[in-house]
């Protein structure tokens, strides 16, 4: 294949990826001279979602952190509705036991582990609610003494954590945002969203694609999808942004290119790297997940118990399962009469589903449903699955010390998404916003 520039046209911007980071990036700018290239036929990345029944199936990103976050602030300004996730209980499944507690208190009385362990995961929660609670949905930044402490040991060590099913109950925590366990993730992630999992969250009505949806709808740049970057060269005047579409090479010229996809891809669509931007972007690889979601003929509830949204899972290859039909009102879930469970995996359970086919995944998370709620076997109509290759970019011990080579901008390419920053939505928007800030700044 041989490439043409596509016209003597010269972009503005030319952004690198359409998920929520590259289309807030979009939005922004509020300029039409800027040109998004999205390798998928639709944009969205990790927020895609499906409809199931009356319900949503969030096949990546199912919440969004609320409060003054910035995610909440956009998605406000965008129309798009979003309702509170009125959780009453703290719950998880261990060891072969459903736990539930209408309180903290209650619900770690309840933990199948001994009492002193028990104490010391109570006494250990509060201090770090009250070191660290600052720090939640914050932009990291590199001379913060409090994050320094979480970024230079693992969350063992920092916890100090002795007892295996303890390790295995903040296992399940570190994997769920970061894809890896306690002994390997830097404290500041895992303490991040066990400190944000008591805070408001909010359910996006219709799914949280509608975000990315209203992004690509309000924005003023053209959007190319099914256009998968190739390569990105620096040049005297710009970028040079080469992309294949249809089977043919296109080639566009911009003044100045915003990478917003996972790192693994930018290393190899990027030439010229200096580098240390080249070192301190492979320091963040990513981990996988998989998620899927069973539709059953009875209301979610009847297996979840009342006030119940999360259950961590500990010790099986699903590491969390929860109730998408938590924030639909009683009348939609009585008049349907059926139920939705989401369940999803965390890196090494991932790897191993991603080999099988999706009957045969879908089977195994069915057996680990099964395990955690008996009554739901014979129960199960309609069944779905989604792999992410590039879920979760995790924080390893020292991470902190090159965040600002990961963010640095050079020969006019600027660089978003979550992984600039923690991960999640709120730190692919607060990505989004520097990098428009860099750009604005010229
Ligand atoms: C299972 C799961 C559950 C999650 N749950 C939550 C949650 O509840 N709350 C929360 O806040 N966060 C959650 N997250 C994380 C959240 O989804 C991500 O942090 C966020 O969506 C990342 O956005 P992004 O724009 O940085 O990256 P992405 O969404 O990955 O966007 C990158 C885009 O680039 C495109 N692309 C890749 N390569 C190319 C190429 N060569 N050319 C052109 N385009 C390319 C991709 O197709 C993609 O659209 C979850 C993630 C997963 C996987």
Request: with cysteine; hydrophobic share 40%; net charge negative.
């Amino acid at each position: 294949m041989t490439s043409q520039p596509d016209s003597s046209e010269t972009y503005d911007v030319v952004i690198v990826g359409g998920g929520i980071a590259g289309l807030t990036v979009a939005y922004q700018l509020g300029n039409e001279n800027v040109l998004l290239l999205e390798k998928e036929d639709i944009c969205g990345g990790r927020t895609l979602s499906m409809d199931m029944g009356p319900y949503v199936f969030n096949q990546g990103a199912q919440m969004i952190p609320g409060g003054e976050t910035n995610v909440a602030k956009l998605a406000d300004e965008l129309g798009v509705i979003r309702t509170l996730i009125d959780k009453t209980h703290t719950s998880t499944y261990m060891n072969g036991k459903y736990v539930t507690g209408s309180s903290e208190f209650k619900f770690l009385l309840g933990l199948p582990i001994p009492l002193w362990e028990k104490l010391k995961m109570a006494i250990g929660i509060i201090r770090m609610r009250s070191r660290y609670s600052g720090i939640v949905d914050k932009s990291p930044r590199s001379d913060d003494r409090k994050l320094q402490e979480l970024s230079e040991k693992t969350l063992v060590e920092r916890l100090n954590i002795r007892d295996p099913d303890v390790k295995a109950f903040w296992d399940s925590v570190a994997k769920s945002s970061s894809s890896l366990g306690a002994t390997e993730v830097a404290a500041f992630q895992p303490v991040n969203t066990f400190l944000h999992h008591a805070a408001d969250e909010f359910f996006v009505e219709g799914g949280t694609v509608q975000i990315t949806r209203a992004l690509a709808d309000k924005t003023k740049a053209s959007i190319e999808t099914g256009a998968i970057v190739t390569e990105v060269a620096s040049t005297d005047s710009g970028t040079t942004v080469q992309y294949e579409k249809n089977g043919a090479l296109h080639r566009v010229q911009s003044k100045k290119c915003v990478m917003a996809v996972p790192t693994p891809l930018t290393l190899s669509v990027l030439q010229n790297l200096p580098d240390n931007k080249r070192a301190a972007l492979a320091q963040c690889e990513y981990g996988a997940m998989s998620s899927a979601a069973f539709l059953v003929d009875r209301p979610s509830e009847e297996f979840f118990g009342d006030g119940v949204w999360r259950v961590p899972v500990v010790g099986m290859k699903t590491i969390g399962i929860g109730d998408p039909t938590f924030t639909f009102s009683n009348a939609v879930k009585r008049e349907d009469g059926r139920g939705l469970i989401r369940l999803f995996a965390g890196d090494d359970g991932s790897q191993t589903l991603q080999k099988m086919s999706d009957d045969e995944a879908l089977d195994a998370f069915e057996n680990d449903l099964f395990d955690i709620f008996p009554t739901a076997r014979g129960r199960v109509l309609d069944r779905a699955i989604k792999h992410w290759p590039y879920a979760a970019c995790p924080w390893r011990v020292g991470r902190l010390d090159i965040i600002d080579d990961i963010r640095a901008s050079h020969d006019n390419i600027h660089y978003c998404g979550d992984y600039t920053e923690n991960s999640g939505l709120e730190s692919a928007v607060l990505s989004a916003n520097r990098v428009v800030s860099e750009l604005a700044a010229g």
